[in-house]
């Protein structure tokens, strides 16, 4: 009962911002970010971006298509952070990964195209015994001009990795591949 009753209580204290979720022409749910967490024209500093995920662990939050739980485990924020696919990542695109922590619940919430995939160098087979999952999402961050005004989102894609325990449970582990879409932007 005692590990429940924090785990409830960490629920509570997550940052998860409000956001507004559209749906594009092609039928794709859109979360459009409200807010800019981590702004820096130079480099993003991931130690705050890992303390700020903390936050999430011990959340569960499911995801509408399959109506599947998944939870937030404690090796998500340093995998998120330090991973080789975020190592990879410059400009924009990392300016984009480290602002949609602030909706990670609603990033899972949209997760669709679920698909099955192998454990690349079978170098995490013991924490996801029973394999791993990749599903689509989509999220946009807030342009604005210099006097403060919205003017459009630029949209991004991630690839939301997700591990199946031995249990069965679900976690993320990492969102990964962030590309700004080419089409043109959302405008407001």
């Known amino acids: ?11 509570r204290q997550v940052k998860d911002k409000s956001a507004n979720i559209v749906r594009n022409k092609d039928g ?20 705050k971006v890992e303390e700020y ?13 399959t109506s599947e739980e998944v939870y937030i485990g404690a090796d998500f924020p340093d995998e998120f952070c330090h991973s ?3 190592i990879k ?13 602030s909706v990670i619940g609603k990033l899972i919430n949209t997760a669709s195209n679920k698909f099955v995939v192998e454990d690349f160098d079978r170098k995490h087979g013991l924490k996801a015994k ?27 894609s991630a690839k939301m990795l997700v591990r199946c325990d031995s249990e069965g449970n679900l976690y ?6 962030t590309k700004k879409e080419t089409s043109s932007p959302s405008e407001q």
């Open 1 to 11: 009962w005692y590990i429940w009753k924090r785990i409830l209580e960490r629920g």
């Open 28 to 47: 794709k749910n859109i979360v459009l970010l409200n807010d800019i967490v981590f702004r820096s024209r130079r480099t993003i500093d991931w130690d």
């Open 53 to 65: 995920l903390k936050e999430y662990i011990g959340s569960c939050y499911e995801i509408l298509e």
């Open 84 to 86: 080789k696919d975020k």
């Open 89 to 101: 990542l410059k400009g924009a695109n990392e300016k984009a990964k480290a602002n949609m922590v």
């Open 130 to 156: 029973y394999g791993w999952y990749r599903y689509d999402t989509y999220f946009g961050i807030p342009i604005y001009d210099p006097e403060g005004k919205l003017v459009k989102y630029n949209i991004y």
């Open 172 to 177: 993320l582990y990492d969102l990964i591949r």
